[in-house]
């Protein structure tokens, strides 16, 4: 059952080629005007430690082992944003989980 099971993972798994080739069509997409749909596949996940520190992850969907909190960021960046009355700095940074 086991040998089984991980066989049928194996074949239902994505191919690591067929995952660079959309990660590569979605960083062709992002020049476009409607990037929502490369975006998804380009960040699978976002940790939020407060509404005003994002974390994007690039890779492995699986964050489980991953100490959220002190996640070391690659090209950290801030935002400018306007909420009612109040300006707030966003800042947000990228994660690669391998």
């Known amino acids: 059952m086991a040998k089984q099971k991980t066989e049928n993972e194996l074949l239902t798994s994505n191919?690591?080629?067929?995952?660079?080739?959309?990660?590569?069509?979605s960083l062709d997409k992002i020049n476009e005007d409607n990037?929502?749909?490369?975006?998804r596949i380009l960040f699978k996940r976002m940790i939020v430690k407060n509404r005003l520190d994002l974390t994007f992850i690039i890779g492995n969907e699986n964050v489980t082992n991953l100490n959220l909190l002190d996640l070391k960021k690659i090209l950290v960046g801030?935002?400018?944003i306007k909420v009612r009355a109040q300006h707030y700095t966003v800042k947000f940074g990228i994660f690669i989980n391998k």
């Open 35 to 39: 990037i929502e749909e490369s975006f």
């Open 78 to 80: 801030s935002h400018q």
């Open 15 to 25: 191919d690591a080629e067929i995952v660079i080739k959309q990660i590569f069509d």
